[in-house]
Nanobody, 121 residues
Framework: QVQLVESGGGLVQPGGSLRLSCAASGSIFSINTMGWYRQGPGKERELVATITGGSSTNYADSVKGRFTISRDNAKNTVYLQMNSLKPEDTAVYYC???????????????WGQGTQVTVSS
C-alpha cells in the first residue's frame, strides 16, 4: 500500500502562485511515476503533470510554461509549482502515484485526498 498526504492548496489571486506538496509513504520502493490531476466544476478529472524517475516530465497543454513538477527522492515528495494562475485553474487537485507490481509489471494507482485550489480576485 501507498499513502499520499497533500498540502499547499488555498485561495490565490489571478496571476499569483501556489506550491502543492505530496508526501508518499508505505511501499514507496514500488513507485515509478508521480503526478498531479485536477477536477474542476462540472468536469472530468484530467492530467496536469507527471514526473517519472529523476527528471522525465509531462504537462497538459493548458499549464505548459506556467506549472513545474519536481521530485525530492530523499523526502519521497513531489511538488507542483503553479505560477501565473488563472481562474480556470480552479479545481480540486489530486496527487497520484503509479506503481509497477508483479511479474508482468501491472500498474497500480494510488491517490491523495484532494486539495482545493481557488483562483479568484
Amino acid at each position: 500500500q501507498v499513502q499520499l498526504v497533500e498540502s499547499g492548496g488555498g485561495l490565490v489571486q489571478p496571476g499569483g502562485s501556489l506550491r502543492l506538496s505530496c508526501a508518499a509513504s508505505g511501499s514507496i520502493f514500488s513507485i515509478n511515476t508521480m503526478g498531479w490531476y485536477r477536477q474542476g466544476p462540472g468536469k472530468e478529472r484530467e492530467l496536469v503533470a507527471t514526473i517519472t524517475g529523476g527528471s522525465s516530465t509531462n504537462y497538459a497543454d493548458s499549464v505548459k510554461g506556467r506549472f513545474t513538477i519536481s521530485r525530492d527522492n530523499a523526502k519521497n515528495t513531489v511538488y507542483l509549482q503553479m505560477n501565473s494562475l488563472k481562474p480556470e485553474d480552479t479545481a480540486v487537485y489530486y496527487c497520484n502515484a503509479a506503481a509497477l507490481r508483479g511479474p508482468w509489471n501491472t500498474r497500480r494507482d494510488y491517490w491523495g485526498q484532494g486539495t482545493q485550489v481557488t483562483v479568484s480576485s
